[in-house]
């Protein structure tokens, strides 16, 4: 079974308007961890904003939110205010405490801001 | 500046040729890892290092070789036994020590390397 599920291979948004990148996984570890990275054209991979499990708080890191249902196992990437630099390949990933070593990413989302 | 520096940008490889990937790390991280990345994929891991003078196989090591020597380097050798190299390839550190929450050490990564075959 695939540990990330991203089920969204292209989203467009409006520039300035909020948009949704979906993400859901699948863990039998009661600790671990959700990351979100920005990949643009160039390659590299940028880290924008990280989710616990036992976080009671959603996570925030500007215009960048993390709507994190756990009984759903989901967490969403929710930005704020869509900027064309935010054109890009979006990745979900999962980091289990139980295999330690290893981090667990989805397919991508590809995100183009519309100006 | 801290960083993962990764090179060289691009890399060419003939038929029956071993390259070697670089990559550098001045954060003081404990970790590496290497992944691959193909078109229109995720990330496959292909090996990881914990500490110096040691290393684990990733998903896909099959064709790939890696040494970790000293603690800021991490090469990764692609061998003439993997017949499809042709990939993005993305060096990546974290801090492991002692003290750290497992679950919340942030996977940092370089520019990554463009491999092609000839």
């Known amino acids: 079974a695939q540990k990330i599920t991203q089920t969204q291979p292209g989203m467009f948004v409006q520039e300035k308007e909020a948009v949704t990148l979906d993400c859901t996984y699948d863990?039998?570890?009661?600790?671990?961890?959700l990351f979100w990275y920005k990949q643009p054209s160039s390659g590299e991979m940028i880290f924008l904003i990280y989710?616990?499990?036992?976080?009671?708080q959603n996570a925030t890191e500007g215009r960048y939110s993390l709507n994190f249902q756990k009984a759903r196992k989901s967490a969403n990437l929710v930005i704020s205010a869509s900027q064309l630099g935010d054109s890009a390949m979006y990745f979900c990933?999962?980091?289990?405490?139980?295999?330690?070593?290893?981090?667990?990413f989805g397919t991508g989302t590809s995100l183009t801001v519309i100006p | 500046d801290g960083g993962i520096t990764q090179s060289p940008k691009y890399l060419f490889r003939k038929e029956g040729q071993n390259v070697t990937l670089s990559c550098e790390q001045n954060?003081?991280?404990?970790?590496m890892y290497w992944y691959r990345q193909d078109p229109g994929q995720g990330l496959r891991l292909i090996y990881y290092?914990?500490?110096?003078?040691?290393?684990q196989k990733g998903d896909i090591a099959e064709g790939y070789s890696v040494s970790r020597e000293k603690k800021e380097s991490f090469p990764l050798t692609v061998t003439s036994a993997q017949k499809n190299p042709t990939a993005f390839y993305l060096c990546?550190?974290?801090?492991?020590?002692?003290?750290?929450?497992?679950?919340?050490?942030?996977?940092?990564f370089g520019a990554g390397t463009r491999l092609s075959v000839l």
């Open positions: 954060l003081n991280h404990d970790a």
């Open positions: 290092s914990q500490i110096v003078n040691d290393f």
């Open positions: 989710q616990g499990s036992y976080d009671q």
């Open positions: 990933a999962m980091r289990e405490v139980m295999t330690g070593n290893q981090f667990y």
């Open positions: 990546a550190s974290s801090i492991e020590s002692a003290g750290t929450i497992l679950a919340k050490n942030i996977q940092y």
């Open positions: 863990t039998s570890d009661p600790s671990y961890g």
